[in-house]
């Protein structure tokens, strides 16, 4: 036996003896697991148990699905789907087709629409550069109806403007008739009773004028009174009264208001607006008559008047007017409401 062999033989044998002894704990740790399962640990190879058998039966399920064929949905189904799918696509193109043509014709009423209105432009322009003469004969009975109505109207006005002015000219003249009668009546009744009085009391008086004063001074009196009077009348003093607390008429028409308050003035002349009036202005006679006159001037807390003056409503103003002459002498602009 050589070395060689001893070699070979010795190999053999601790290969030999390497496996018995990895093989020996197998046994052994399957041994001692199920000592250990057996012992303490009876849930967890439950556990382990049931995860096992769930994939299994998660196996099983997916080789089902995988051998099993698909569904196939009955022909009848199907054709019936294929059918109403037609259907719609018809219907889809009927009402497509039923907007177009109903587009259509509205394009086509518009266009006539605008030629009309074109058209009636067009004729509107031609019948005006031709003038009302070739008008339609509407339009010509229209015209003559519209200008016999304005000739009507006018003729209306005019035969008014005349009745009125006809009715202020005999209404002044009977004003002024009746002022230059009165005058005159005043004139007479003056001259006579002058002459009478001094008929009857020259010749008592004559010898008894020493007696009773008659030169020594009373006649230069009663003289002065009356240049006073004339002079008093002419020189009216529009400041003098204002200065005067009895005549505050603000006051007195701020607690009053309703005795200013005289209605609508009506202008003697048919037609006459207002106009602001200042002193030295000269009224027409019948805008100062009687019937203009304030007869209670104290009523609105204005001063009495004297001689030829007269308080006198103008609109919403007061004047003073010298009845005599027409000069307006003082004014107060918006008296009244």
Known sequence: MTIKHLLTAGSA?????????????????????????????????QARQNRGQRQQARQQRRSNRATQAPRSRPQAEVRETRANNNQRRQTRQVRQERRTNQARPTRQARE???????????????????????????????AERQRNNRADRRQDRRVERRVDRRQDRRADRRQDRRQTERRAQ???DRNHSYRDNRNRS????????????????????????????????RRWNRNQWRNNKRYNWHNYRRYNRNIFNLGRYYSPYRGYRYSRISVGFFLDSLFYSNRYWINDPWTYRLPEVYGPYRWVRYYDDVLLVNIYTGETVDVIHDFFW
């Open 202 to 233: 020259y010749r008592d008086n004559r010898r008894g004028a020493y007696r009773n004063g008659y030169r020594d001074g009373r006649r230069a009196d009663a003289r002065r009174d009356r240049r006073q009077a004339r002079r008093d009348y």
């Open 112 to 142: 006539q629409r605008q030629v009309r209105q074109n058209r009636r432009v067009d004729n509107r322009q031609e019948r005006r550069a031709r003038g009302p003469a070739i008008a339609p004969a509407q339009a010509r009975q229209r």
């Open 186 to 188: 005043r004139r007479v």
């Open 13 to 45: 044998s601790a290969l030999a003896m390497a496996m018995a002894l990895i093989a020996v704990p197998a046994p052994a740790a399957a041994a001692a697991e199920s000592q250990r399962a057996e012992r303490g640990d009876p849930d967890r190879g």
